[in-house]
């Protein structure tokens, strides 16, 4: 079973990247966050423990790096209890094949993702005809085929806990993928938000490259639906969180978090929503 798992055929090595990749940052003493190139992964559990688990699986071509910094985060011979995903793009899935055969852990995703890794069915094709930057017209080069990942490939529980996280709830927060999942922890109030929104302008290539700290939706050129995107939003600020680490961009807290989701809920349309585009339906 373990040979059938595969990448897309159109998965391949994305040359993209920001100042801060191959960069880490202890957030709280149990959250660190690594960019890999445009994307953060995320290590929930205390340092030199053999309690913690991963959040996403980073760019194609990764595996080696992400190893190498768990094992200085963790110990060489640590391995962690599973990888959640948030969502199943390829620059959060990358380097996941290589991961599990080297670790041989569980990997959990909602229901709704399950198309996508298990080789069944295709994300919407990336958009590069919305507005924006370089980043965005580079989009139909990005991988958007399913991967499948076997017997290794688990469901989350339908009542909101995650495994190996006991703090922690899965929030369904859907539009940038049908399946994408927030996680949050109410008695500190940490935010790992995936893409629902980003803290950087992920469609420009100058401002993912600088890391230029601004909250906003989810990524334009591979968002397909907007309403529930907006209702995504909409109930992550409502949970007021302290601390938010996202799929792109630099973490961000108190003050200047709320302040950036209050105005991106209130000007969601104008601020997230591109004027244009094949996935966007203004009437």
Not at 86 to 94: C, L, M, Q, R, S
Not at 155 to 183: A, N, Q, R, Y
Not at 246 to 259: D, K, R, V
Request: charged residues 20%; contains cysteine; proline residues 8%.
């Amino acid at each position: 079973m373990d040979q059938e798992m595969n990448y897309g055929s159109d998965y391949k090595y994305v040359p993209a990247t920001t100042i801060n990749s191959g960069r880490g940052e202890e957030v709280l003493p149990d959250i660190f966050y690594y960019t890999i190139q445009i994307s953060n992964i995320c290590l929930v559990g205390e340092q030199n423990t053999q309690d913690f688990v991963l959040v996403d699986a980073g760019m194609p071509d990764s595996a080696d790096q992400i190893i190498a910094i768990t094992a200085e985060r963790f110990g060489t011979k640590s391995r962690p209890k599973a990888i959640i995903l948030t969502h199943g793009h390829f620059d959060h899935v990358g380097a996941l094949i290589e991961l599990v055969r080297h670790w041989e852990v569980p990997v959990y995703a909602h229901k709704l993702e399950m198309p996508y890794l298990t080789g069944e069915k295709s994300y919407p094709e990336p958009d590069s005809t919305v507005e924006g930057g370089l980043m965005a017209k580079m989009a139909p080069f990005f991988p958007h085929e399913p991967i499948n990942l076997g017997y290794y490939i688990h469901t989350l529980p339908e009542d909101g806990t995650v495994p190996h996280m006991p703090d922690f709830k899965w929030i369904h927060t859907p539009g940038h993928t049908p399946g994408h999942i927030s996680l949050f922890r109410e008695k500190d109030g940490t935010l790992i938000a995936g893409d629902a929104f980003v803290t950087v302008k992920q469609d420009s290539l100058t401002k993912v490259y600088l890391q230029t700290q601004e909250i906003n939706g989810p990524p334009k050129y591979f968002t397909p639906d907007w309403i529930a995107s907006r209702e995504s939003v909409m109930k992550l600020e409502a949970l007021k969180p302290e601390v938010a680490v996202t799929g792109h961009g630099i973490p961000m807290s108190g003050q200047q978090l709320a302040e950036g989701l209050e105005k991106l809920v209130k000007n969601f349309d104008n601020l997230a929503i591109p004027d244009h585009g094949k996935y966007v339906d203004r009437n």
